[in-house]
């Protein structure tokens, strides 16, 4: 579904991404782990389109996406939950997921399927974004996200200053929606327990370069805790 190759990208100068390469593919779970500040943001802005690569390609569903401005990835089935959720605040739950539907016709209803996957949204549809917990707003960035069914969903560090209890309901989505076959996950994480537990396959960035990767079953063996706890 996705298929980045040989990526570079510099900020003012310095070197972010060196020479990076990663896929995702139908069905399953790709984890980028790293500590801060080695790119992994800045990979996944790349993908979406929100900051132009030097020197790479990026190929979507078998098209070139390398040059495409973000409404385009957005449209042809990129869905992107960003770190910080950037909700809108003053905006109702609705709104915010109707928001989601940017590239659906204008007469799409939201996905009921959404209010399944996160029963708590259903119950704060006229509650303003701002006036949710840390959790319940990154449910609504998620199912933000969803309205548009996308084909690969990528998630920046979903996990980030959410209660241990939400990051389940959060993983169990996550797995369920990898499950059906129908979409491509990649999630940037530094939770490496969240990470282990749902990585169908992984690579770990250091200094803008990929210097781990393989099956998810294999993090362990490949002490992937320890790289990325150095």
């Known amino acids: 579904?996705?298929?980045a190759k040989n990526i570079h990208q510099y900020y003012s100068g310095s070197h972010i991404l060196r020479d990076v390469s990663v896929s995702a593919a139908l069905g399953r779970i790709t984890v980028l782990l790293?500590?801060?500040?080695?790119?992994?943001?800045?990979?996944?802005?790349?993908?979406?389109?929100?900051?132009?690569?030097?020197?790479g390609s990026i190929e979507f569903n078998g098209t070139n996406i390398s040059k495409a401005s973000p409404?385009?990835?957005?449209?042809?089935?990129i869905g992107y939950v960003p770190q910080g959720r950037e909700i809108f605040a003053r905006l109702t739950v609705e709104e915010n997921l109707?928001?989601?539907?940017?590239?659906?016709?204008?007469?799409?209803?939201?996905?009921a399927e959404l209010f399944e996957l996160f029963p708590v949204l259903k119950a704060m549809l006229k509650?303003?974004?701002?006036?949710?917990?840390?959790?319940?707003?990154?449910?609504?960035?998620?199912?933000?996200?969803?309205?548009?069914?996308?084909?690969?969903?990528?998630?920046?560090?979903?996990t980030e200053?959410?209660?241990?209890?939400?990051?389940?309901?959060?993983?169990?989505?996550?797995?369920?929606?990898?499950?059906?076959?129908?979409?491509?996950?990649?999630l940037c994480e530094q939770y490496v327990d969240f990470a282990e537990e749902l990585a169908d396959d992984y690579l770990v960035l250091e200094r803008g370069a990929v210097i781990s990767q393989g099956l998810g079953s294999e993090m362990a063996a490949r002490g992937v805790?320890?790289?990325?706890a150095i």
């Open 161 to 186: 200053g959410i209660q241990p209890s939400i990051i389940k309901d959060i993983g169990r989505v996550i797995r369920l929606l990898a499950d059906r076959g129908d979409m491509a996950i990649l």
């Open 225 to 228: 805790r320890q790289i990325v």
């Open 127 to 158: 509650r303003r974004g701002g006036d949710l917990s840390g959790g319940q707003q990154q449910q609504l960035a998620i199912a933000r996200a969803l309205c548009a069914r996308p084909k690969l969903l990528i998630l920046d560090e979903p």
């Open 1 to 3: 579904m996705l298929e």
């Open 71 to 77: 409404y385009e990835r957005a449209r042809a089935g």
């Open 98 to 111: 109707r928001m989601g539907l940017a590239t659906q016709p204008a007469s799409a209803p939201i996905p």
């Open 34 to 55: 790293g500590r801060n500040g080695v790119g992994k943001t800045t990979l996944l802005k790349s993908l979406m389109g929100l900051v132009p690569i030097k020197s």
